[in-house]
């Protein structure tokens, strides 16, 4: 059957002619043809995370025709995501693309057990080319190789026929349909199997590949776009700090990188990872929580006012203590603030030259050089400092401390986790926490030599925890829903000095085991500073109930 479209004659049945059927001048694959190739090569050579996923919900045994029709599913699937990107000069760069994203997606979800969601890719474009490098592997280049490089090369190669608009739209169409056609049919033959893969185990679509990460690109573009055009709201104006408070405080929160809490020996760790903390006799609560598993989310997050209402995003926690004129530092060793130091006074010490202490990479200790400079450049008002580490940041744990700190071994010293054996990978992870109690106790010295002049005092908390390998997931970044507790569950201490009479520090020791989260950081630094503020509320301080009554 044929008909004529556009002034060209298109043949109906073209996809399914063999070499000796099909007219001289159309031996060449058509678009179609070459859409419903790279699809399939997508679905069964991108998606091992995906079907491994799979398998580990469904068994095979149990579920195997159901199984079989979800793999042709995904590559319908691929063939309605693909069969959009465009046509003829455009088709073969645009799908060479898709291949190097999917390659790309493929190797950290393989590699890490993380998704591309819509913080991963936050993430991603908050990334710095430090961070970026420690990525890189030769399993990385193998992905890119087989999953990417090969193919473009035959799709640069292949010859496409070109049989006018009209044919190709027509052409497009039928593949369209036929796919929407088998895809709804898959569906409906396996009804239970699918409404329980949607309902029951919604998770597992975010390791579809590429169909997931493009989903999250289109919401990520979408939700900036809309974020770039939102004013931010004011709030709480009205801070201020009483005008009987005759005591200066100055506090300094770490905002710590990726550390767990069941590897703080102060919280019953098997390993001494916190000798000198231990004896400086800090608190530490065992039951606080992230509020993400990603750096872009959970610090804005920490600092954000989680009571806040209205509609766009509002100031935050550090634009609240500059109403009420407390002076407000952020040092930086880690990428950034993700937004939340642009109003207050900021310096990045990644580089050598405004970090003295530098070797391989640059120091979490290097922040504190010149801070008593800073402190004593201030006569007036309290202060506030910020000090972002680089802390435990993966998948280079062994280039997170200085070789003095290397106390158990051996570690992995690779950036590819999945060529070290799991003792090597917590070895190295577990120096870098070593050496984060060494920054700790140097934050907590300078406080100390600061105390006669202050009510000092030092609250720390990381941002997002860390997998390991246990059930085969490292680093951090999954959708908080689905979350290991390894990468919510995170350390928090708090450090007073001896002059620090306001707070009854025994009694705080009572609360260490009470629940707390990173929704409470906002009102306990209000409650630090003793600012006074129609924001402020009592029950979301952990400070509160803990201060001894004025004299």
Not at 89 to 118: E, H, R
Not at 182 to 188: A, K, R, S
């Amino acid at each position: 059957m044929q008909g004529i479209i556009g002034g060209c004659v298109c043949n109906s049945h073209y996809l399914f002619m063999t070499d000796s059927t099909r007219p001289t001048h159309l031996k060449a694959l058509t678009e179609s043809h070459l859409i419903l190739l790279v699809s399939v090569f997508l679905a069964v050579l991108g998606n091992f995370s995906f079907f491994s996923q799979v398998l580990r919900a469904y068994e095979l045994h149990n579920h195997a025709p159901a199984l079989l029709s979800l793999v042709v599913v995904v590559v319908a699937v691929n063939v309605l995501l693909l069969a959009f990107v465009g046509f003829r000069y455009i088709l073969k760069p645009i799908l060479a693309g898709v291949l190097i994203l999917s390659a790309l997606a493929a190797y950290f979800m393989d590699s890490y057990g993380v998704v591309i969601n819509v913080d991963m890719l936050q993430n991603l474009a908050q990334t710095n080319p430090d961070e970026a490098s420690d990525l890189f592997s030769l399993k990385l280049f193998a992905y890119l190789l087989v999953l990417s490089v090969l193919p473009s090369i035959g799709i640069v190669r292949v010859k496409l026929v070109w049989r006018g608009w009209g044919c190709e739209l027509l052409a497009r169409a039928k593949l369209v349909g036929l796919s929407l056609l088998v895809l709804v049919g898959l569906v409906l033959v396996f009804g239970s199997f699918y409404a329980s893969f949607v309902r029951e185990h919604k998770a597992l679509r975010s390791y579809a590949n590429p169909a997931y990460y493009v989903y999250s690109a289109m919401r990520y573009l979408g939700g900036s776009q809309v974020s770039g055009a939102v004013r931010l709201i004011s709030h709480g104006t009205d801070a201020r700090v009483p005008g009987d408070d005759d005591d200066r405080e100055l506090i300094i929160l770490v905002v710590g990188e990726t550390a767990r809490v069941d590897h703080f020996s102060l919280n019953g760790y098997s390993r001494e990872t916190n000798p000198l903390l231990r004896q400086l006799g800090v608190i530490s609560f065992t039951d606080f929580w992230a509020c993400g598993t990603s750096t872009a989310v959970s610090v804005p997050c920490m600092f954000a006012d989680q009571q806040a209402t209205g509609q766009g995003p509002h100031e935050n926690l550090l634009d609240v203590l500059q109403h009420a004129d407390v002076n407000v530092l952020w040092l930086d060793n880690n990428s950034d603030s993700k937004g939340v130091a642009l109003r207050v006074p900021y310096m990045n010490y990644r580089s050598p030259d405004v970090n003295p202490v530098c070797d391989e990479e640059c120091r979490d200790e290097g922040m504190l050089t010149g801070l008593q400079a800073y402190i004593d450049s201030h006569p007036k008002g309290d202060i506030f400092i910020v000090l972002h580490q680089m802390g435990n940041h993966g998948p280079a744990y062994y280039r997170r401390y200085p070789s003095a700190f290397e106390k158990f071994t051996p570690v992995c010293r690779s950036n590819d986790l999945s060529q070290c054996s799991q003792d090597e990978i917590i070895n190295a992870y577990d120096n870098a926490i070593f050496y984060t109690d060494y920054f700790l106790a140097k934050v907590i010295e300078l406080l100390r030599r600061n105390s006669k002049q202050f009510e000092a005092g030092m609250f720390y908390v990381s941002d997002h925890g860390e997998s390991l390998g246990e059930g085969g997931v490292y680093l951090h970044g999954l959708p908080k829903a689905m979350a290991p507790v390894a990468q919510l569950h995170v350390p928090a201490l708090m450090w007073f000095a001896p002059d620090f009479d306001e707070i009854d520090v025994s009694a705080l020791r009572g609360k260490r085991g009470q629940r707390f989260s990173h929704d409470h950081l906002f009102h306990t630094v209000l409650g630090f500073l003793e600012i006074e503020s129609t924001v402020y509320r009592k029950d979301m301080d952990m400070l509160e109930n803990v201060r001894r009554p004025e004299n």
